[in-house]
């Protein structure tokens, strides 16, 4: 199992860091929550083996991924 973590600033403030995620799509999944919820400012996150997505790179994804969520749940719903 891979252990990719998010580095953020939560609204308080405080440094912090996410639980692992096993992929490096759930930790960019991860990252899209905190920053649209929580508005947390995301900083980078760290994969196996030093590999690590720099801000620029998780904000173009969360960017291009923003209403993923929403569609999801009209999909459910349109007849």
Do not use: C
């Amino acid at each position: 199992m891979s252990d990719w973590k998010v580095l953020y600033r939560d609204n308080l403030d405080q440094d912090r860091t996410s639980r692992s995620s096993p992929t490096d799509e759930a930790a960019l999944e991860r990252a899209r929550q905190l920053y649209l919820k929580d508005r947390a400012e995301i900083y980078r996150i760290e994969g196996p083996n030093g590999l690590i997505l720099q801000k620029g790179e998780i904000m173009r994804w969360v960017s291009a991924n923003k209403g993923r969520q929403l569609l999801a749940a009209v999909a459910l719903f349109d007849p």
